[in-house]
């Protein structure tokens, strides 16, 4: 089948070398095969941001410790403290892979950034990543944010996470979250809008891939449509923290956040979204890589900092 290339060029060139290290099937590779050949192509990144301060700590939740790592552009108070919850289909990422990312957001945004290393499918499956999402959260909020407004930040799998743990803080009361930024988020396990349909063909991640996602994360069928792995599937919005979204034009996931886009809109909660025409899904984290990332990220890094310095608001786009 003939797959519909972006017209990015640099885009097209991260595509051709992962078709040339990840072009078969996710499921037929398996979870420990995808991993080692994804953090192989990760690890030729350029030269880290330096910080004030970098350091890993322990959190400990529900179910034992939440590696997490802080990352501190300048010494002194933060304009605000971004929790970074990693994509990967709730099966691939890690601390060390978004570290380049993180250094980058920190030193655009002014911000603390806190990258967390929730638990991974298939050893560890849903709700587990959301547990340690949540738990994670509401310790940085304690224990680090303090005052300063709080912004929940995720990409694809953790687009579903960040989501999650939103509706929580609504639920809850608290925290209180300044802004969520969902980039390319899923939401929806049904897999059923047409843009699965229309970009489903194996870029850097097809609709078979996502299925074998699914069936890792959450083998019981039935439990897909509860709001912890299908944040797009609850009704009552209202009231939920302003949101901020990226979606890629040649993304599977594509409809599903828009359609979560309009809602939320159509509930009164102030959403911006950001939409990328000639790149795919996974584009956002790859700084130094891709000129459209790079200006993506800057882009959205000046919009966090804008909420922060608002105590939340985020002005339309």
Not at 179 to 205: C, F, N, W
Not at 232 to 258: N, Q
């Amino acid at each position: 089948m003939t797959v519909e290339l972006p017209s990015d060029p640099q885009m097209q060139a991260v595509i051709g070398v992962f078709r040339q290290h990840l072009g078969e099937p996710m499921r037929e590779l398996g979870a420990a095969e995808v991993r080692t050949r994804r953090a192989a192509l990760r690890s030729s990144v350029p030269p880290a941001v330096e910080l004030a301060e970098v350091r890993d700590i322990a959190v400990s939740g529900r179910s034992g410790e939440v590696p997490v790592r802080l990352y501190r552009p300048q010494d002194g108070p933060s304009a605000g403290v971004v929790v970074y919850l990693h994509g990967g289909g709730w099966v691939l990422g890690s601390l060390d892979e978004s570290d380049t990312f993180c250094r980058v957001f920190a030193g655009i945004t002014g911000c603390d950034v806190v990258s967390v290393e929730y638990r991974l499918a298939p050893e560890h499956t849903y709700p587990a990543a959301v547990e340690d999402a949540d738990d994670a959260v509401r310790w940085i909020a304690r224990e680090l944010a303090g005052d300063a407004p709080l912004v929940l930040m995720g990409d694809s799998a953790g687009g579903t996470l960040a989501a999650a743990v939103a509706q929580h803080a609504r639920a809850d009361g608290s925290p209180q979250v300044a802004l969520q930024v969902l980039v390319y988020p899923v939401l929806d396990h049904r897999m059923a809008t047409p843009s699965y349909t229309e970009r489903g063909g194996k870029l850097l991640i097809s609709a078979d891939d996502m299925d074998w996602f699914w069936s890792v994360y959450v083998p019981d069928v039935e439990r897909r449509a509860e709001p912890d792995a299908s944040p797009g599937l609850v009704e009552d919005l209202a009231g939920l923290a302003p949101a901020l979204f990226v979606v890629a034009e040649f993304d599977p996931m594509r409809d599903e956040a828009l359609d979560y886009a309009r809602r939320l809109e159509s509930a009164g909660v102030p959403t911006t979204v950001l939409h990328y025409d000639t790149v795919a899904h996974g584009f956002f984290p790859m700084a130094g890589t891709l000129a459209v990332a790079d200006n993506a990220i800057r882009t959205v890094g000046l919009a966090v900092a804008d909420a922060c310095r608002a105590g939340g608001a985020v002005s339309r786009g």
